[in-house]
């Protein structure tokens, strides 16, 4: 003989609703019947049901307003959707504006990452090392083997001291600089009745091969251009038309030692 199958809670609550077929009712009405306490919360559903029909019976066979039908709810979220089409439209736009801008904010600029932005260096490293009087260079002329070795394998590319013995100047010694384009080499001259000069290099992220521009400020004047790559500002407390031979002078060096 098979056990009766459990009554569950789903099927008290379609007892309450009269949703169940008439032997499965009969089975949970002799449960109840067995069941008191059951059977007390489940008359209570009841008389609750029934309550609620007897409130809502004035209005139950009502026919449904139109606003409220199928139709005009689909009409109606068509509307509002539309009316939203336009807001949702200039937030994206805004949304792709700013990421493109913020994607654009590593794009190379001339002045940010070109000879403009090399002479800027130049001139703010000479200031600040070409001006020292008590050490201006890290690594004596002395040591220049060692000096070409480091600084062109931090900056991943051969490096050559110019020799502007010819043109009165004469080579003290060099260090690597730091530069919001990474390090750069900076050579240091001295010239007659104590002038200075420096030639700065480093890698090109843009501009690789540009022509000599001359550029003066604060007193300096300074005389740049890249080549394969590399971008050479030559640096002195002197009018950049009186350095351009001797910038001349480093690009024939430089160019001959490729």
Not at 8 to 16: C, G, H, I, M, S
Not at 41 to 69: C, F, H, K, T
Not at 124 to 141: G, K, M, Q, S
Request: hydrophobic share 45%; glycine share 8%.
């Amino acid at each position: 003989m098979t056990s009766p199958r459990p009554i569950t809670e789903d099927e008290l609550q379609a007892y309450v609703d009269g949703a169940l077929d008439a032997s499965r009712r009969e089975e949970v009405a002799d449960y109840l019947r067995q069941h008191p306490q059951a059977a007390r919360r489940i008359d209570g559903y009841m008389a609750q049901r029934a309550a609620l029909r007897a409130a809502l019976a004035p209005i139950a066979d009502e026919p449904v307003p139109s606003e409220l039908n199928l139709r005009s709810l689909l009409a109606a979220r068509r509307a509002r959707a539309a009316a939203w089409r336009p807001a949702i439209a200039a937030a994206l736009t805004l949304c792709v504006g700013a990421a493109l801008g913020w994607a654009a904010r590593g794009v190379a600029t001339p002045d940010a990452h070109g000879v403009p932005a090399l002479a800027r260096e130049a001139a703010e490293n000479y200031r600040v090392y070409a001006a020292d009087t008590r050490r201006p260079v890290e690594i004596p002329a002395a040591d220049q083997a060692a000096l070409v070795q480091w600084v062109s394998n931090r900056l991943g590319s051969p490096i050559s001291v110019p020799d502007l013995r010819a043109a009165g100047y004469r080579f003290i010694g060099g260090r690597l600089v730091t530069t919001p384009n990474g390090p750069a080499a900076m050579f240091i001259y001295d010239g007659a009745e104590g002038a200075r000069l420096a030639v700065l290099s480093r890698p090109m992220r843009i501009e690789k091969d540009t022509r000599m521009s001359e550029q003066s400020d604060g007193g300096l004047g300074r005389v740049s251009w890249a080549a394969r790559g590399i971008g050479y500002s030559v640096v002195g407390q002197a009018p950049a038309a009186a350095l351009h031979p001797l910038a001349d002078e480093v690009r024939r060096q430089v160019e001959s030692a490729v």
